[in-house]
C-alpha cells in the first residue's frame, strides 16, 4: 500500500454562526490524484485556505508525511512542500512566463546579498539553476515557445498552465489544484488531464483536486472524498460515488455529471 503524503483529521471552522467545516477527515496517499467535489458552499476551496494557512481551524489537525502544519505559516508550508492554485488565476501579469516560474523559487536559493548586487560567483550559478528549472517545467507543461511573452499575452488556458507550472517550481510533496478546468473548452481540458497526469507521474507529485466538471473528476480521480455542507459525506472510486445515494441526494437530487457539479 501507497504511503498516505496529506492527512487531515476532524478539520473544523465556524464562521460566526455558519460551520463551514465540521469534523472533516481525509487523506491523499503518494502518487495519487484524489478528488475533493461537493455542491457549492459546501466547503470545498475553505479546505484548501486551511491546508495553506491562510484560515486557522477551530478544531483538527493536518499533518503532511506526519508533520503536522497546524502552526506553521503559508510560506512554511509552501517550503515543507504544499502547493496550490486558485480559482481565479493569480500571475504576475507583467512578469515573462519564465520569470513567473522563477519567482517561486526565490526561496530555495541561498546566495549572499552581494553576490546578488555585484552579480557574484553564488548569483550566477543559482540563476543557472533556476533557468534550467523553468525551462523543464515549460517544457512540460507545453509552454516552451511562450517563455519570453509576458504572462499577460497568454491565452486563458496557457495562463491556466502557467499557474500550474509556477505552483511546481516551489517542488512540492503535494499539488493543490482549485478548479483548474474552469473556463476552458473541451480539447483545453483533455490537454490538462493528460498534463494533470505526467505532472504527477514524471515529478511524482500528489495532487488533490477540486473541480467542478464531473467528467475530469470521473476520469482523473484515483480516490473521491465528497463534501456537503462541511462534513464528507461519501468517499471512494468513481464507481461508487457516481451510484451513492447520498451524493446523489446532495447534488440537487439529480444525476452525478457536470450539470450539478
Not at 496529506?6 to 454562526?17: K, N, S, Y
Not at 499557474?163 to 473548452?185: H, T, V, W
Not at 480539447?187 to 497526469?197: F, G, V, W, Y
Not at 505532472?199 to 480516490?223: A, F, G, P, Q, T
Request: glycine share 8%.
Amino acid at each position: 500500500m501507497r504511503p498516505v503524503v496529506l492527512h487531515v483529521e476532524d478539520l473544523t471552522i465556524h464562521f460566526g454562526g455558519i460551520h463551514a467545516l465540521e469534523g472533516s477527515s481525509f487523506y491523499v496517499k503518494e502518487g495519487q490524484i484524489t478528488g475533493l467535489i461537493g455542491p457549492n458552499g459546501a466547503g470545498k476551496t475553505t479546505v484548501f485556505n486551511l491546508l495553506t494557512g491562510v484560515y486557522t481551524p477551530d478544531r483538527g489537525d493536518i499533518y503532511l508525511e506526519n508533520k503536522s502544519l497546524l502552526r506553521k505559516k503559508t510560506y512554511q508550508r509552501c517550503r515543507m512542500g504544499v502547493a496550490r492554485t486558485f480559482q481565479n488565476i493569480r500571475l504576475f501579469k507583467d512578469l515573462t512566463v519564465a520569470d513567473n516560474i522563477k519567482a517561486a523559487m526565490s526561496h530555495q536559493f541561498k546566495y549572499p546579498l552581494l553576490s546578488g548586487i555585484i552579480r557574484g560567483r553564488g548569483y550566477r550559478r543559482d540563476e543557472r539553476t533556476a533557468a534550467e528549472r523553468a525551462d523543464q517545467l515549460l517544457e512540460l507543461t507545453g509552454l516552451s515557445g511562450s517563455a519570453e511573452l509576458m504572462a499577460s499575452q497568454l491565452p486563458y488556458g496557457q495562463q491556466r498552465k502557467l499557474e500550474i507550472a509556477r505552483a511546481l517550481a516551489s517542488q512540492p510533496k503535494i499539488l493543490l489544484l482549485d478548479e483548474p478546468a474552469a473556463g476552458m473548452n473541451p480539447a483545453e481540458t483533455e490537454d490538462l488531464k493528460d498534463m494533470i497526469r505526467m505532472i504527477r507521474d514524471k515529478l511524482s507529485v500528489s495532487v488533490l483536486l477540486i473541480e467542478h466538471d464531473m467528467n475530469v473528476v470521473m476520469d482523473l480521480c484515483e480516490y473521491i472524498f465528497v463534501l456537503d455542507y462541511g462534513r464528507i459525506i461519501s468517499r471512494g472510486t468513481s464507481d461508487k460515488i457516481q451510484n451513492d445515494p447520498k451524493v446523489i441526494e446532495a447534488y440537487l437530487g439529480g444525476e452525478l455529471n457536470g450539470d450539478y457539479a
